[in-house]
């Protein structure tokens, strides 16, 4: 597992596809996810949330309009929350047209699937849990999904990751095994507080200076910047110390990285 902690001359640098290779196919997708893998990436990033049925699905938004023909499918139900739709009604969704129509067969996936799907891809996983606050219980729901796939919790191949900081203290509470991530960008002198139930401290990237990134790793931690697009600030924030990045071009940050 890229995850696992590299020795220092083993120093591996994270190649994250956020939402998977969402530059080259639709995001938060089956199809986005192989495409990371075809395009050098060792870790996908993708954000669950929960249907009204409660199952764990992978989309970004809290509506389900951007990203889907819900408003042709479900035309009275307007604005197509994620939470007020079952998710027999979320599989009818055409989750890939909007980004080319050779991808019309994409679907919103569940996190089982695309656990199941992506088992012997090599790949790990950054799930960031979007939103929990709207859905009580969510945590306890993903760490029981987690559970029932120990080749990748066994093998280190999660990191759990949210804006919401509680939430991520409560996880790690739960699932003490799985690294953990927060998602911003905490004060330096909360950071020692932070080390005792985070992992990673994954900031955007403007705020990924040298003197940050340094402070982050005097207290144990990674720091995984986002969304890094374009090959020079690949480089500069790699310069910084950044321990992987979160990119929507995979196949950019791979040939910075001399793969
Ligand atoms: O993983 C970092 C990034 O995904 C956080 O922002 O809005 O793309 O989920 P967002
Ligand atoms: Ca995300």
Same mark, same amino acid.
């Given at each position: 597992?890229?995850?696992?902690? %590299? +020795?220092?001359?083993?120093?591996?640098?994270? *190649?994250?596809?956020?939402?998977?290779?969402?530059?080259?196919?639709?995001?938060?997708?089956?199809?986005?996810?192989?495409?990371?893998?075809?395009?050098?990436?060792?870790?996908?990033?993708?954000?669950?949330?929960?249907? #009204?049925?409660? #199952?764990?699905?992978?989309?970004? /938004?809290?509506? =389900?309009?951007?990203?889907?023909?819900?408003?042709?499918?479900?035309?009275?139900?307007?604005?197509?929350?994620?939470?007020?739709?079952?998710?027999?009604?979320?599989? #009818?969704?055409?989750?890939?047209?909007?980004?080319?129509?050779?991808?019309?067969? @994409?679907?919103? &996936?569940?996190?089982? +699937?695309? =656990?199941?799907?992506? @088992?012997?891809?090599?790949? /790990?996983?950054?799930?960031?849990? !979007?939103? &929990?606050?709207?859905?009580?219980?969510?945590?306890?729901?993903?760490?029981?999904?987690?559970? #029932?796939?120990?080749?990748?919790? *066994? @093998?280190?191949?999660?990191?759990?990751?949210?804006?919401?900081?509680?939430?991520?203290?409560?996880?790690?509470?739960?699932? %003490?095994?799985?690294?953990?991530?927060?998602?911003?960008?905490?004060?330096?002198?909360?950071?020692? /507080?932070?080390?005792?139930?985070?992992?990673?401290?994954?900031?955007?990237?403007?705020?990924?200076?040298?003197?940050?990134?340094?402070?982050?790793? !005097?207290?144990?931690?990674?720091?995984? &910047?986002?969304?890094?697009?374009?090959? +020079?600030?690949?480089?500069?924030?790699?310069?910084?110390?950044?321990?992987?990045?979160?990119? *929507?071009? %995979?196949?950019?940050?791979?040939?910075? *990285?001399?793969?």
């Amino acid at each position: 597992s890229a995850l696992q902690d %590299p +020795s220092d001359d083993d120093r591996r640098v994270l *190649n994250i596809a956020h939402r998977g290779a969402s530059d080259q196919a639709p995001e938060n997708t089956l199809a986005a996810f192989r495409a990371a893998r075809e395009r050098g990436a060792n870790v996908i990033e993708l954000d669950v949330q929960e249907t #009204k049925d409660h #199952k764990l699905v992978v989309v970004h /938004d809290t509506t =389900l309009g951007r990203t889907t023909n819900a408003e042709k499918i479900f035309p009275g139900k307007s604005p197509w929350r994620v939470r007020d739709l079952t998710l027999a009604q979320i599989r #009818k969704l055409d989750a890939g047209s909007w980004h080319g129509s050779e991808y019309k067969d @994409q679907r919103v &996936p569940t996190l089982a +699937s695309t =656990l199941r799907e992506m @088992q012997g891809s090599g790949l /790990d996983m950054l799930l960031e849990v !979007k939103s &929990p606050s709207l859905y009580p219980g969510i945590g306890e729901r993903v760490a029981g999904e987690l559970r #029932k796939h120990p080749d990748w919790l *066994n @093998q280190d191949r999660v990191i759990v990751q949210s804006f919401d900081w509680p939430f991520v203290r409560d996880f790690h509470n739960r699932l %003490p095994s799985v690294p953990t991530g927060l998602l911003g960008t905490p004060s330096r002198a909360s950071l020692s /507080d932070a080390a005792t139930y985070a992992d990673y401290i994954n900031p955007p990237q403007a705020n990924a200076t040298p003197g940050y990134v340094e402070s982050v790793h !005097k207290h144990g931690m990674r720091v995984l &910047p986002w969304t890094v697009n374009d090959a +020079s600030t690949m480089r500069r924030l790699l310069k910084n110390g950044a321990d992987g990045i979160i990119t *929507n071009r %995979p196949g950019t940050l791979q040939s910075v *990285n001399g793969g």
